[in-house]
């Protein structure tokens, strides 16, 4: 079965430096997300996208956080100025064209550590 | 907003024992529920889904039904082996508008020998 790949599996950064997080979502599929999960709190949604853009995302993804899909394969969350509660595992997930009812395919996370 | 609450893990249980792990949702309209499972190291993936009222999924020897009445989707599996051994997370698709799933927060099951 494809997979969606994350990168790096593990993170650990200061409070204030700015992280990357990488995904790389299956080729075809076309909507894209970012969810997080605090240790022991429930997996939280972020952000969608969409045709190159931002179609929803939550009150957590504040003007700290970004989302880029630079050249059509990656897509990347960026953490401007890391907070110690940004510590959490990411998951990044896409779907194809036919979206309702269908299943996300989920990346592996990214565990990051803000110390 | 639409919520989905699970019960507390770890849940830990023999080889061959009776599973139940129960999901509880809030959602306005008639929402999709799904469950997905997360093995060690790997992603989350689907494990089964119903879509309406009274529906009933299942894959690998697990059963949920859809209960409107109840509000719930409760996990079972009739005899559970050490390769279960997993998190185990329900969610739900709002009917209408965004295709964004809500996760509740993974209830972790250890299956023994």
């Known amino acids: 079965e494809p997979e969606v790949t994350q990168t790096p599996s593990h993170q650990v950064t200061q409070m204030g430096q700015e992280v990357i997080l990488r995904c790389v979502p299956i080729?075809?599929?076309?909507?894209f997300y970012w969810y997080r999960q605090i240790l022991g709190q429930k997996v939280e949604f972020l952000v969608s996208f969409y045709n190159n853009e931002i179609s929803e995302k939550s009150e957590i993804f504040d003007d700290q956080f970004s989302v880029e899909r630079p050249d059509g394969s990656n897509f990347t969350l960026k953490i401007r100025s890391t907070k110690l509660e940004d510590s959490a595992m990411y998951f990044c997930?896409?779907?194809?064209?036919?979206?309702?009812?269908?299943?996300?395919?989920f990346g592996s996370g990214t565990q990051l550590s803000v110390l | 907003g639409d919520s989905v609450t699970q019960m507390e893990g770890p849940v830990t249980l023999s080889e061959e024992a009776f599973l139940t792990i129960n999901c509880t949702y809030t959602a306005t309209g008639y929402p999709s529920l799904f469950w997905y499972v997360q093995y060690p190291g790997e992603g989350l993936q689907l494990l089964l889904k119903?879509?309406?009222?009274?529906d009933k999924g299942s894959n690998k020897g697990f059963e949920a039904t859809y209960r409107k009445e109840t509000t719930s989707f409760h996990l079972e599996k009739g005899s559970v082996q050490v390769s279960d051994s997993a998190v185990y997370f329900c969610a739900l698709v709002a009917s209408g508008g965004s295709y964004i799933p809500t996760f509740g927060r993974g209830t972790s099951l250890i299956v023994h020998p």
């Open positions: 997930a896409s779907v194809g064209v036919e979206v309702i009812n269908e299943k996300l395919f």
């Open positions: 119903a879509t309406k009222a009274d």
């Open positions: 080729s075809n599929h076309l909507y």
